[in-house]
């Protein structure tokens, strides 16, 4: 059989909803939210600007914890970090995305085999800071990059370790997330 080349793995995330929880965990996630809310905040603010423009989105934890510590929001450090690389590589898929726009307009711009040069020159530049320097990809990126939004209000990010689920019955699963006391849980 031939080998499938360039297929497509689609991933999905089931929502179902919630039958029962106490008050107090409803709280505890209430809480956690509105403190990630901070984080996911500052970390577009910081992070979402022209300045951080290409940078890897596994620096981006020592950048927001210079200014904002978990212990200043009451927030396991674990969280903290899911939440700060979680908005990074938000970032960078929009930075992605504006790259692939303006490289688009500058082969519109500029075509033909006479402007190669030009197009590849403009096309490096644009991968580093360097094309502020230059007023016609500074100018295609302004206009492309939507900055600093994330149109995400009420979100915890966990990685596997941070979550356990267990099969109680046929329709009935028990989900256990790490909450903000240490090796307490929330059911």
């Known amino acids: 059989m031939p080998k499938e080349i360039g297929a497509t793995k689609k991933i999905s995330t089931q929502i179902v909803p919630v039958v029962g929880m106490t008050k107090s965990i ?38 927001i914890k210079s200014f904002r510590t978990p212990d200043t929001l009451g927030l396991p450090a674990k969280l903290m970090d899911w939440t700060i690389n979680d908005c990074a590589k938000a970032i960078t898929a929009q930075q992605a995305a504006c790259s692939a726009a303006v490289i688009k ?28 320097n230059v007023p016609l990809l500074h100018r295609l990126v302004r206009k492309e990059f939507q900055r600093g939004h994330s149109w995400v209000d009420h979100q915890i990010v966990y990685q596997q370790a941070g979550y356990k689920c267990q099969r109680l019955s046929r329709n009935t699963y028990q989900l256990e997330l790490a909450g903000l006391t240490k090796g307490k849980g929330t059911r």
């Open 26 to 63: 409803e709280l505890e996630l209430f809480s956690i939210m509105k403190k990630l809310k901070v984080v996911r905040a500052e970390s577009y603010n910081k992070l979402g600007s022209i300045n951080h423009w290409g940078m890897d989105w596994k620096k981006a934890i020592p950048e």
């Open 105 to 132: 307009k500058i082969y519109n711009r500029f075509s033909g085999k006479e402007n190669q040069k030009t197009r590849k020159e403009l096309c490096k530049k644009l991968k580093t800071l360097e094309f502020l």
